[in-house]
Structure formats: structure tokens, C-alpha cells
């Protein structure tokens, strides 16, 4: 069946890094696209970044754009989220979510918190 854990997440000053992973199984990886969400606590969910299936495109949303690089490994069937001067606003859960022939599929998600 279709897998999706993330794992990286933590407490971190403002101004730190993390950097997210999110190792799938259960599907032809390197055939999809994979996406980046977070929600923030009493918020909607809302999509942080998107990775072609060959890496080779990338999108950000506006809020993270130049802090956030979303990357993958296809060989390890992994995608990543680096992000860089994290700020308190970047403080959410971050799911890793694709889009399959039957369905959205999405991780557990990992907590980010961002706090001096």
C-alpha cells in the first residue's frame, strides 16, 4: 500500500534550518510529482512546494520562496524540504502529499515549530 512518512521536524530559533524528508513506498516514485503542505495551528492547510517527478521543476509558494528548497532522491524514493531562516510564522505541521491514478495520498505530517 501507499506509504508516506515524514520525519525532520523539530523545535528550532528563529532564523535556524531544517531540513524535512519524506520516504515513500508503495507506488512508482519516480514516475509522480511530490508536494510539500503545512498547517499552521488554526489554519487551513496550504501548499508550501512542488517537485516535478525528475526534479527538474520546482515551485514555491510566495511565503517561502528564496528560504525553501524542496529536492529528491529517486533512488532512495525520498523527497526533502530544506528550509533556511525558518521564522515564527513558519511554525506548522508539514505533510508530504502525491497525487496517484486513485487518489491524494498524504504522510503523517512532522511538527515544525519555530520559537526563541
Known amino acids: 500500500q501507499v506509504q508516506l512518512v515524514e520525519s525532520g521536524g523539530g523545535l528550532v530559533q528563529p532564523g535556524g534550518s531544517l531540513t524535512l524528508s519524506c520516504a515513500a513506498s508503495g507506488f512508482t516514485f519516480s514516475n509522480v510529482a511530490m508536494r510539500w503542505y503545512r498547517q499552521p495551528p488554526g489554519k487551513e492547510r496550504e501548499l508550501v512546494a512542488t517537485?516535478?517527478?525528475?526534479?527538474?521543476?520546482?515551485n514555491y509558494a510566495d511565503s517561502v520562496k528564496g528560504r525553501v528548497t524542496i529536492s529528491r532522491n529517486n533512488a532512495k524514493n525520498t523527497v526533502y524540504l530544506q528550509m533556511n531562516n525558518l521564522r515564527p510564522e513558519d511554525t506548522a505541521v508539514y505533510y508530504c502529499?502525491?497525487?496517484?491514478?486513485?487518489?491524494?495520498?498524504w504522510g503523517q505530517g512532522t511538527q515544525v515549530t519555530v520559537s526563541s
Open positions: 517537485i516535478s517527478s525528475a526534479g527538474g521543476s520546482t
Open positions: 502529499n502525491t497525487q496517484l491514478f486513485l487518489g491524494q495520498y
